[in-house]
Nanobody
Framework: QVQLVESGGGLVQPGGSLRLSCTAS????????IGWFRQAPGKEREGVSC????????YYADSVKGRFTISRDTAKNTLYLQMNSLKPEDTAVYYC??????????????????????WGQGTRVTVSS
């Protein structure tokens, strides 16, 4: 069974940093596309950063480019999001999403929520002074 579990959220001051983790089970991370998404209060879920199944292609939303870094540890089957220079507008519930398939090909879908079919429960990030 597929499971995604996020951790690492919390309260941080503007300009601070957090590192989110997403531990996957039930599928091999390095064979599937995966990414980070967030939903701010009163807003729809949006793609933040995604990585292709090969790990060779990454995407960042313009709003986080230069501040966030996505990475993965295939040995631990874990995805990370390093968030630096955090802003109040980064406040949201952050979700790990994956496009899980039975294929063994290359997958690099658009970093849009509708393109990913499995989700974690989310971890809350609050950026406030």
């Amino acid at each position: 069974q597929v499971q995604l579990v996020e951790s690492g959220g919390g309260l941080v001051q503007p300009g601070g940093s957090l590192r989110l983790s997403c531990t996957a089970s039930g599928f091999t991370l390095d064979m599937n596309a995966i990414g980070w998404f967030r939903q701010a209060p009163g807003k729809e879920r949006e793609g933040v950063s995604c990585i292709s199944s090969s790990g060779g292609s990454t995407y960042y939303a313009d709003s986080v480019k230069g501040r966030f870094t996505i990475s993965r540890d295939t040995a631990k089957n874990t995805l990370y999001l390093q968030m630096n220079s955090l802003k109040p507008e980064d406040t949201a519930v952050y979700y790990c999403g994956a496009l899980v398939t039975s294929g063994r090909g290359y997958y690099n879908p658009p970093c849009q929520p509708g393109r990913y079919n499995y989700w974690g429960q989310g971890t809350r990030v609050t950026v406030s002074s």
